[in-house]
């Protein structure tokens, strides 16, 4: 069974940064691709950013420039850097990994509320 813990959601200003981090736990023998994904309210989920194992990223437009991602392999972990923050980045969350268990599986998190106010 795999765990993901996230952390490090919460209330900022227009402006400010937040650093979101998300950690697997488990009988996980590999992870391909992690990433954090995002839910506003009344909409779809969306893509905010993926990693691959060899740190190739892929980022959705609107946060190009502002957001960074990274990962520790050796700790299973996934960072996002969400500097310059706007009202329209509040949303719930996700971090979603792609772990070698018995087969290859996506595992979601639960979520971390991120509120920007303006």
């Known amino acids: 069974q795999v765990q993901l813990l996230e952390s490090g959601g919460g209330l900022v200003q227009a402006g400010g940064s937040l650093r979101l981090s998300c950690a697997a736990s488990?009988?996980?023998?590999?992870?391909?691709?992690m990433g954090w994904y995002r839910q506003a309210p009344g909409k779809q989920r969306e893509l905010v950013a993926t990693?691959?194992?060899?740190?190739?990223?892929n980022y959705a437009d609107s946060v190009k420039g502002r957001f960074t991602l990274s990962r520790n392999n050796a700790k299973n972990t996934v960072y996002l850097q969400m500097n310059s923050l706007k009202p329209e980045d509040t949303a719930v969350y996700y971090c979603k990994i792609e772990a070698l268990t018995t087969g290859y599986m996506d595992y979601w998190g639960k979520g971390t509320l991120v509120t920007v106010s303006s």
């Open positions: 488990g009988r996980i023998f590999s992870i391909n691709a």
């Open positions: 990693i691959t194992r060899v740190g190739a990223t």
